[in-house]
Structures are given as C-alpha cells and as structure tokens.
T-cell receptor, first 114, second 110 residues
Framework: EAQVTQNPRYLITVTGKKLTVTCSQNMNHEYMSWYRQDPGLGLRQIYYSMNVEVTDKGDVPEGYKVSRKEKRNFPLILESPSPNQTSLYFC?????????????FGEGSRLTVL | RKEVEQDPGPFNVPEGATVAFNCTYS??????FFWYRQDCRKEPKLLMSVYSSGNEDGRFTAQLNRASQYISLLIRDSKLSDSATYLC???????????FGKGTRLSVIA
C-alpha cells in the first residue's frame, strides 16, 4: 500500500530535549516536505527536499533541521524544542515535476512541548 | 497580499444545499490548481484538480478563472459527510512547492 509513515504520532516532551520525527514513503517520490499546522494559520511549510541530499527552507524553518540521506526518509529534527513548536506536523511526498500535484500526506504527528 | 486566500467560514448549510467556495491567488505564473479536503485532526487529501475548462466529479464542480485569478468549488446536494475543511492549493510548476490556502470550513447540518 502506497503510504507516508510518520513516527511518533503523539509526543509530549519538555523544553530543550532534542527529538526527531521520522518520515518514510514507499512510493519512490523525489519530493518530500514538512509542514506544521496551527489553528488560524493553516499549513505552513518548514523544509522541503527535491531529492536526495537536496534540502531547502520553507516559510518557517527556524528551530528545525532536516536531512535527506536516502530517498525514502526525511526526518525532522528539533534540536532544542520550545513551547512555540507545539503543533500538528505533517510530512508529505510527491513525484518531482508532477503536474498532478497530488501530495501524499502522513497521518500527522501531534507534538506538545512543555 | 497573501498568496492564496480563502474565506475561512465556517459555512453552515443544511443537507441537500448547494454551497460554493472561492479562492484567489496572487501569482499570475501559477500553472496548477487543486482542492484538498481535510477532516478534523486528519491529513489533507486531494479532492480534485482544477482544469482550465472546468471539471466535474459527481456532486463537485471546480472552475478556474485565470483572468481574475480565482478558483471555485461547488458542492451540490450536500451530505453530512461533506463536513470538512476545504483547502485551495496552487502551484507554479511541478518543481516548486505548492502553496496552500488556510482553508474553508464546511459544516453540513441534518
């Protein structure tokens, strides 16, 4: 089954404790992206990757890091989480150059930073 | 000016009603247009692409007006299961990130 898998789905952590949210896709997609979604602000892009070893900042990259060492994986790293990073996070992927535009999303990771 | 703007709603409509959402975009170089649907606390999913000539999928009709830079979604004979947030999405090319509107919330009431 074609899918994007994120882990963990739910996490409560404390300020400053490094964490990683993993994202994996099995569709051989070149393009992967991370979004956060907050009430009233919609989906905002954090980072995206056009292909292996290529990453770019989105609209709200501060406080986040990513890596793309393999095509299927695109982990999101919070080196020192802060309460303003409490949010619902989505990973997504699609074929590069795809004009169908279909982004396939993971089920989301709800993060709370105390 | 925001890149993609939508009326946030909520739109509260009775079952069977026809409801229309509009969305405007600011980048005249935009080439691809979509509507996504997002249920509460779930991931967004593609509802339909929007083509220049307009397109229909069952009770859903999408239209594009390039001159005025807006996209519309019409839902006929609303069902309770149509209750969701509808996201307008615009892309410049297949190699650039898609831009999402903040969404319009629809509640269909029995």
């Amino acid at each position: 089954e074609a899918q994007v898998t994120q882990n963990p789905r739910y996490l409560i952590t404390v300020t400053g404790k490094k964490l990683t949210v993993t994202c994996s896709q099995n569709m051989n997609h070149e393009y992967m992206s991370w979004y956060r979604q907050d009430p009233g602000l919609g989906l905002r892009q954090i980072y995206y990757s056009m292909n292996v070893e290529v990453t770019d900042k989105g609209d709200v990259p501060e406080g986040y890091k990513v890596s793309r060492k393999e095509k299927r994986n695109f982990p999101l790293i919070l080196e020192s989480p802060s309460p303003n990073q409490t949010s619902l996070y989505f990973c997504a992927s699609r074929r590069q150059g795809s004009n169908t535009g279909e982004l396939f999303f993971g089920e989301g990771s709800r993060l709370t930073v105390l | 000016r925001k890149e993609v703007e939508q009326d946030p709603g909520p739109f509260n409509v009775p079952e069977g009603a026809t409801v229309a959402f509009n969305c405007t975009y600011s980048n005249s170089a935009s080439q691809s247009f979509f509507w996504y649907r997002q249920d509460c606390r779930k991931e967004p999913k593609l509802l339909m692409s929007v083509y220049s000539s307009g397109n229909e999928d069952g009770r859903f009709t999408a239209q594009l007006n390039r001159a005025s830079q807006y996209i519309s979604l019409l839902i006929r004979d609303s069902k309770l299961s149509d209750s969701a947030t509808y996201l307008c999405v615009v892309g410049v090319s297949g190699n650039t990130p898609l831009v999402f509107g903040k969404g319009t919330r629809l509640s269909v009431i029995a």
